[in-house]
């Protein structure tokens, strides 16, 4: 797989020790039953720090976004981003990632996209997620 856009994500949920990247994995692999969790990357809240998680391999195809997994990459931020506004520290590692992402694979700014671009019914990454301040900060 040879990734030409990005696809940004939010987990709907409070971030947690129930509702972690280990939950979404273990929900992902045994009820779904996938081969792994569906996103590359997951960005959560660990103590008092965020940390980037790996998920899917970067040459595996996701399971993120019907009918974008064969060439996109998921990244899903922990939290509710329709109730609050992204951790600064959150939302700055993301744009660093994102950052990375696109120059590794020559992406440009205008092929990152909200999971709700391709999923109407979905609010994803959450109304609080201002995707046009996310790339003016790439």
Request: contains cysteine; negative net charge; proline residues 4%.
């Amino acid at each position: 797989m040879i990734p030409n856009s990005i696809i940004l994500h939010h987990s709907l949920t409070k971030d947690s020790e129930t509702v972690s990247w280990g939950a979404i994995r273990r929900y992902h692999m045994e009820d779904l039953f996938w081969v792994d969790v569906g996103y590359h990357f997951g960005i959560e809240q660990v103590g008092n720090e965020h940390e980037i998680f790996v998920g899917r391999m970067l040459n595996e195809m996701g399971a993120h976004c019907k009918g974008q997994n064969e060439d996109s990459i998921g990244i899903c931020f922990l939290g509710n981003f329709d109730e609050q506004y992204p951790h600064r520290d959150q939302w700055h590692l993301g744009v660093r990632l994102v950052r990375s992402l696109c120059e590794v694979f020559t992406i440009d700014k205008d092929h990152i996209y909200p999971h709700s671009r391709f999923a109407p019914w979905k609010s994803c990454p959450g109304r609080q997620f201002s995707i046009a301040e996310f790339k003016d900060c790439l």
